[in-house]
């Protein structure tokens, strides 16, 4: 048997072609997806809005953003592939999206999530974001508060010194195995008997409507926040 070459995770700036591969994960984490022409919009007419993607060779296993508002990073949307959970994809997006909120200038990153979605709470608490308020009955589906969470300032000791350890330690992580199927080898956050196999980008309503694919929406709430989305676009549950 020939060994695979190792295929590291490289994080770059979503595109255009990329949005249907990143329809599919939407499919796959939110009960209410947006559809590919919000992605695109917010890539061709949002100068606000940064979006990046993580690649492991051509296939796209996650993709974050967030809008650079004057001071403040506000995350707007954030997922992996189902299949590559617990593998680092998510802490790899995160310092890619703090690192360039930084360098844009921004003094906190902020953004909603649910009390009941204590995978996003954990990772970002590790990242070191703090709650710092509630938005009573944020979440229309099922009147669920948000929590805000809100970094410390990025540009101070201790969120740099928080952020260079932790890039340390991403850095020194093993290439993620992948099996024959091409999925990881290794999969401690896969519900049992879910997957991700076989969700193809052919397979992609690109309006994003409901149950016309082949794909199961999550029955779970939408764990996005909400955000408010430029002139003319109405708002949306991350
Ligand atoms: C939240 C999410 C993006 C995390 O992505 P990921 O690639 O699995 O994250 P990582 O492997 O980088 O995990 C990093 C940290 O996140 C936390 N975490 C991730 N999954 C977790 C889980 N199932 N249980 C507890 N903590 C978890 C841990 O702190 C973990 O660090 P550790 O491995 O040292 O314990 C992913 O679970 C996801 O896409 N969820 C659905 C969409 C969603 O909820 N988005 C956030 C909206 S606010």
Known sequence: MVARPPVRIVVDRMK?????????????????PWPSHAYRQELENNRLAHYIVARWGDEIVGFAGMWLLVDEAH??????RLAWRRQGIGERLLLALLDLAAARGAHE??????????????LYEKYGFK????????????????LIMTT????GRSMRQRIAD????????PDIEVGDDGMPVRRLDAAPGSTAAGSTADSIDSTGSAGSTGLDAPSAPDPRARIIRPSGVTRRQL
Do not use: C, M, W
């Not at 990153?109 to 954990?122: C, G, I, K, Y």
């Not at 932790?166 to 992580?173: D, G, H, N, Y």
């Open 16 to 32: 255009v072609e990329d949005l249907p591969a990143v329809h599919v994960i939407e499919r796959e984490s939110f009960s209410t």
């Open 75 to 80: 995350v707007t949307t954030f997922a992996t």
């Open 109 to 122: 990153a902020t953004l909603e999530v649910r009390p009941s979605n204590t995978s996003a709470r954990q």
């Open 131 to 146: 709650v710092v308020g509630v938005r009573p009955r944020y979440y229309s589906d099922n009147n669920e508060d948000a």
């Open 152 to 155: 410390e300032s990025l540009d």
């Open 166 to 173: 932790l890039r340390a330690e991403v850095a020194t992580r």
